[in-house]
């Protein structure tokens, strides 16, 4: 398969390198705008309550006046602070954000003012290595927040950060690895160009199945928004945060959302590709309607973190560790070692072997919803129903004896 060549990108007239920059940098903008608003309104309407539904028609300007609230708020600084740190620490969290999605290519070659040119700002040989990279560094924003505040609160929460992507760091990256096995590039776009007559989630659907977990915990929401736990951290890692510099850690969240959506997209589910049968229209894969297709699919995985902060619950940190290390981990390790047999196999000629690993990520998928569907009924029946009983072992644990009532005679 011919792949396209990264050294390509680079060459373009200023003004166009310029312009698509830009058009990225408001791609984004928009699309936290839009995800505030509509995360509120799917919320709300999945909890039986409309909404926003004041500001402007049908609360369609709620997210604008949200911004311009927390821009006209006063910036406090705490006393006690680390001032500098604590001021670079929302910058170090948002630019990171932003820079990963120079390398999402959004559609194919275009014609803008009579140059020829990608819907992707740049490309590198190690492109997606490069988004590994960029993205761990928004993690020391939120550690250098927490322990900048001088306050216990955003301490906890920095070094939960911290602990959390290191963890899903690895796991996310494992994902990219079969991914890379199969198309044989670490290209963005030579991997969406790989996907051109199978889109590798029906291949590699559990590496697709780890990347979605790992997404929500690297993007630090429910319920893995264990930094923030509002419940037991007071707000986490931005307690002591307020004004421009509170709304520059929810820029930086949202903007992460859209990224690793995007990145989903990408690697997953063919880029901008359209899907079938759109995809046997005539012209579907040329000029600008590829970026549509990529773009709905982008709002795809943003209503699936929308979905989970409705439904689940926060889960315990010890719980969270270990889906991490003892499930993902050792799944994708063992997963990976079944595409490269397969993949080997393949180049040796043994060409239905991709049925054959078309028929194993079945049986996974299969077998993955028999476990957790036995999980779920298990932890029902260990539910105990009605008051729990008392023990009278007061030895097990500590637990201080009931009150005494007096009688009326006493």
Known sequence: ???????????????????????????????????????????????????????????????????????????????????????????????????A?????????????????????????????????????GVYGIV???????????????????????????????????????????????????????WFIFLLLPSFLVYLTSMVGETNRAPFDLPEAEGELVGGFHTEYSSLKFAMFMLAEYVNMTTVSALATTLFLGGWHAPWPISIADGANSGWWPLLWFTAKVWLFL??????????????????????????????????????????MQNQGYQGWVTALIGVTGVAAILASLLAWRALRARRRRTPHGPPAQSSDHGAFPVPPLPVKESADA
């Open 1 to 99: 398969m011919t792949y396209p060549d990264p050294t390509l990108f680079g060459h373009d007239p200023w003004w166009l390198i310029l312009a698509k920059s830009l058009g990225v940098f408001v791609f984004l903008l928009l699309t936290v705008l839009a995800a505030i608003l509509i995360e509120r309104k799917i919320l709300g309407r999945m909890q039986l309550r409309l909404g926003p539904n004041r500001v402007g028609p049908r609360g369609l300007l709620q997210s604008l006046a949200d911004g311009i609230k927390l821009a006209l708020k006063e910036g406090l600084v705490p006393a006690g602070v680390d001032k500098w740190i604590y001021l670079a620490a929302p910058v170090i969290s948002v630019i990171p954000a932003f820079m």
């Open 144 to 198: 250098l927040a927490g322990w900048a505040s001088g306050s216990v609160y955003p301490l906890l929460g920095g070094l939960r950060s911290s602990a959390q992507v290191i963890s899903y760091e690895i796991a996310m990256a494992l994902s990219f690895v079969a991914v890379f096995i199969y198309a044989g590039t670490m290209s963005t776009s030579g991997i969406v160009a790989a996907q051109n007559d199978v």
């Open 303 to 344: 209503f699936f973190f929308m979905w989970l902060r409705a439904t689940l619950p926060r889960m315990r940190y010890d719980q969270f560790m270990g889906l991490g290390w003892k499930l993902l981990i050792p799944v994708s390790l063992a997963w990976i070692a079944i595409v490269a047999t397969t993949r080997a």
């Open 101 to 137: 999605f120079a390398v999402i290519p959004l559609g194919p070659e275009v014609s803008v003012f009579g140059h020829r040119t990608a819907l992707q700002l740049t490309d590198l040989p190690v492109a997606v290595l490069y988004i590994l990279a960029v993205t761990s560094i």
